[in-house]
Structures are given as structure tokens and as C-alpha cells.
């Protein structure tokens, strides 16, 4: 069965930096594109970015635009999501997730339970 | 960007009711949408694609409607286990935007 783990949350101060890692398990990263998607407390959802399955195409959301940077290891079935100048409002559970099918954006079938980033002094 | 909307924002029912939340695009999306179920302290679960197809082992209470910018999710005969909030999504244009979401309570 697919499953995705974060890791790498945390209290961190304002304008310092994070890395988030996304490890999968039971299957291979590699067909399929991999978003972040964030979840500030007691709020909706936000998609941050997604990296297409060759690692070729990157999107981000504007909210982090040049500050966030995402990355992928096919070798060790391993996504990454860099954030520099980190902001207060970036506070939020982080979720790795899948796209349901290989080479198309149709939606996120596997999820991983989420790591916490808090951004405070 | 595209902006979505949903509506109602919460609705409360009862068990066995017909529900159905709509979701409304900025601009045309064709039918890259997708339906998201959420419930506290938990990942979303993704309910459908591609506006209506439904997603493996997904009940069948659950359908999807719509194209365009106008889309609809349905609960046929709301359950228990189906106390949530759920979220459209875009998948047309990037970056992808979420719904804010709608509370289904009993």
C-alpha cells in the first residue's frame, strides 16, 4: 500500500529557513507528479507546489514564489520543499501528496498525515 | 489566478438526506476538478476527478457534476462516516487553488 511520511516541521523564527521531506513507501515517486499542499490552524486548504514527474516542471503558489523552492530525489523516492524567509502566516501543517495518475493533473489520491511548521519569535 | 467559491459554507442534515455543495470557478476549467473530503486532525481524502469520475473504493452515494466554471458534489444518502468539510480544486491552471470548503454537520 502507498504511503507518504513527512518530516523535518518545527518552530522556526521569522526569515529563517526550513526543509521538508516527503519519503514514500510501497510504491515509486518517480511516474507521478507531488504536490505541497498547507493548512494554516483551523483554516482551509492551499496548494504551495507541485513538481512534475521528471523534476522538469516546477509550480509554486504566489504566497511563496521565490522564497520556496521544491526538489526531488528519484534515487531515494524522496520529495523536498526548501522554504527561506520564513513569514508568521507561513505557519500551517504541511502534506505531501500524490497525483492520482502518472503524466496528468487530475488529483491528489495519496496523502501523507502532515508535518507542522510554526513561524514565531 | 482562478478563485473558487463554495456554497453553502456549512450545512447541517440529517442521516439519509440528499445533500449537494456547489462549486463555482472564475474562470473555465473544463472538467479539471477535483473533490476532496476532510475530516479533523486528518489528511483529505480525494472523493473525485475529473468533475465526475469517482475515485477507487469511494462510495457510491458520492457523484460529481459539472463543467465549465459550475460544479456540484452530491451525497445521495448522507451517512454518519460522511461528517466532514469538503473542498473543490482546481487542476486547469497553475497555480491550482482549494475551495474554502463546506461544513457538512448532522
Known amino acids: 500500500q502507498e504511503q507518504l511520511v513527512e518530516s523535518g516541521g518545527g518552530l522556526v523564527q521569522p526569515g529563517r529557513s526550513l526543509r521538508l521531506s516527503c519519503e514514500a513507501s510501497g510504491s515509486t515517486l518517480s511516474r507521478y507528479g507531488i504536490h505541497w499542499v498547507r493548512q494554516a490552524p483551523g483554516k482551509g486548504l492551499e496548494w504551495v507546489a507541485l513538481i512534475s514527474n521528471n523534476g522538469n516542471n516546477k509550480f509554486y503558489a504566489d504566497s511563496v514564489k521565490g522564497r520556496f523552492t521544491i526538489s526531488r530525489d528519484r534515487s531515494k523516492n524522496m520529495l523536498f520543499l526548501e522554504m527561506a524567509s520564513l513569514r508568521p502566516q507561513d505557519t500551517a501543517i504541511y502534506y505531501c501528496?500524490?497525483?492520482?495518475?502518472?503524466?496528468?493533473?487530475?488529483?491528489?489520491?495519496?496523502w501523507g498525515p502532515g508535518t507542522m511548521v510554526t513561524v514565531s519569535s | 489566478d482562478i478563485q473558487m467559491t463554495q456554497s453553502p459554507s456549512s450545512v447541517s442534515a440529517s442521516i439519509g438526506d440528499r445533500v449537494t455543495i456547489t462549486c463555482r470557478t472564475s474562470?473555465?476549467?473544463?472538467?479539471?476538478l477535483a473533490w476532496y473530503q476532510q475530516k479533523p486532525g486528518k489528511a483529505p481524502k480525494l472523493l473525485i476527478y475529473?468533475?465526475?469520475s469517482l475515485q477507487s473504493g469511494v462510495p457510491s452515494r458520492f457523484s460529481g457534476n459539472g463543467s465549465g466554471t459550475d460544479f456540484s458534489l452530491t451525497v445521495s444518502s448522507l451517512q454518519p462516516d460522511d461528517i466532514a468539510t469538503y473542498y473543490c480544486?482546481?487542476?486547469?491552471?497553475?497555480?491550482?487553488?482549494f475551495g474554502p470548503g463546506t461544513k457538512v454537520e448532522i
Open positions: 475529473a468533475a465526475s
Open positions: 474562470q473555465d476549467i473544463s472538467r479539471w
Open positions: 501528496a500524490k497525483e492520482a495518475f502518472s503524466g496528468s493533473y487530475y488529483g491528489m489520491d495519496v
Open positions: 480544486q482546481q487542476a486547469k491552471i497553475f497555480p491550482f487553488t
